[in-house]
């Protein structure tokens, strides 16, 4: 297994949004199996003191969802996308337990709003109704919600703002992932600089499908915040937009979770005058939308790259399709297939297993033909590609160079399909002896 904590680098304070304060703490969810070290931070906070803060979020679609996903998309319309604050804790997913478990995540809401109330200017109104939830961890089984309501408690002493708040909140989010991850950006925004400070969580049972609240449109949790100001509607259209190049076109596993949110707050702070929506304002909102996007692209590759087990970071690119979708539907497919993530463990180069995966992609506007696809593996040292096929024709392949290819620890695998100009990537992984050791022994 290669090492991963490179992953995680400390970043200066001043990268951080201005206006939210955060931190993350031990209240007793997890086991603290290592007694020499100090107990694993299990529930997490951030708030936002602006009191002109949007909120959205995309949910998971999977039809037994999670209690705090219920409960957050009821949030979101109580306050028409002006929730200000964010409680999530690990170790406990509080998903299919039934009512109990919906009481319980209402109770975290109703506990948090009060440090809210505490923290934050409740110039714009009332304070009720004003924290969205995340919990991960084991399915099926109730929060132990003294610990954590008595933990919400502690966390008011503790909220801060800058990279020491921000790990201990970003390491709450941890379950089998082998390291925080944290990621912080600025850009300027019509002469504002603009920051943006991410967290996600997720190494196993990933496969995300998420969309906004409301009727159909390891499990994945992220926050974003940034200090831009923009509408509820326009934030929610933006996040949408994102996470479907991001969250939604990754997979380690191949299984969508009960509780896969994404969560983004913008709270106005960095000074500019007037919120960003993109029908009174289209150009600035694209230019939000597209640093989202971005941002939102470099913590989905951070799940990915802490697959469980993981040994290889596989971009899988799929070109010349005649809609995003049918390119967006291949890359998915191929990224899922387990014939694949086995070879590419194995360091074998059966390239017939990717066009396998792509011959069987189903729904497709415009259907595949063979004689167009062409195919190669791409290493990330930048030396040269290696043609598989070119237009539907097999290239002989030299087998040493496809080897030390694929025993890099970054390639892509990129398929040409020659039917039209639209283009999409997702990003997967291999499947390794260690991710069938992680997961057959989850809960103990």
């Not at 970043?11 to 969810?29: C, H, K, R, V, W």
């Not at 326009?234 to 076109?249: G, P």
Request: proline share 5%; aromatic share 6%.
């Amino acid at each position: 297994m290669p090492p991963k904590d490179h992953h995680f680098q400390p970043i200066a304070d001043e990268n951080f949004p201005q206006g939210f304060i955060a931190t993350g703490l031990y209240s007793g969810i997890k086991k603290h199996k290592d007694k020499s070290k100090p107990p694993p931070n299990d529930l997490g906070v951030v708030i936002s003191t602006s009191p002109r803060t949007s909120s959205a979020a995309c949910f998971t679609l999977n039809a037994f969802k999670a209690a705090p996903v219920v409960v957050s998309g009821e949030v979101l319309a109580i306050t028409q996308g002006r929730a200000r604050a964010l409680v999530v804790n690990s170790g406990c997913a509080n998903a299919v337990t039934g009512t109990q478990g919906m009481q319980d995540a209402w109770d975290m809401v109703r506990t948090t709003d009060c440090l809210v109330a505490t923290h934050g200017d409740g110039a714009a109104g009332s304070v009720e109704n004003q924290t969205l939830v995340m919990s991960t961890g084991v399915i099926g089984q109730l929060l132990p919600t003294e610990k954590i309501l008595q933990g919400i408690g502690k966390a008011s002493s503790a909220l801060a703002g800058g990279f020491k708040a921000w790990e201990a909140l970003a390491r709450a989010f941890m379950t089998t992932d082998t390291f925080p991850k944290l990621r912080a950006r600025s850009f300027d925004l019509n002469g504002t600089t603009v920051r943006f400070a991410g967290i996600d969580k997720g190494a196993g049972m990933i496969h995300p499908k998420m969309g906004p609240p409301g009727p159909p449109h390891a499990t994945l949790l992220g926050l974003i915040a940034t200090d831009a100001a923009v509408s509820p509607r326009s934030l929610q259209s933006a996040l949408t937009w994102a996470v479907d190049r991001s969250f939604n076109s990754i997979s380690v596993d191949g299984d969508m979770s009960t509780n896969d949110t994404i969560i983004a707050f913008a709270n106005g702070a960095s000074g500019m005058e007037t919120e960003i929506d993109e029908e009174t304002n289209p150009e600035a909102y694209k230019t939000f939308r597209d640093e989202l996007t971005s941002f939102a692209v470099d913590l989905a590759k951070l799940v990915v790259l802490d697959g469980e087990g993981a040994t290889k970071f596989v971009t899988v690119s799929v070109e010349g399709a005649t809609s995003y979708t049918d390119a967006h539907k291949i890359a998915s497919t191929v990224s899922t297939s387990t014939l694949l993530k086995c070879a590419l463990y194995g360091e074998d180069a059966n390239w017939g297993r990717i066009l396998c995966a792509v011959g069987y992609t189903s729904s497709l506007s415009t259907p595949i033909d063979p004689t167009k696809i062409s195919l190669s593996f791409i290493p990330a040292d930048g030396s040269e590609h290696l043609k598989l096929l070119t237009k539907g024709e097999p290239e002989i392949v030299d087998e040493v160079r496809a080897k030390q290819i694929l025993e890099q620890e970054e390639l892509e695998i990129r398929i040409e399909l020659g039917l039209g100009k639209e283009n999409a990537q997702y990003y997967t992984c291999d499947l390794s002896h260690e991710y069938v050791t992680i997961n057959g022994d989850y809960r103990s």
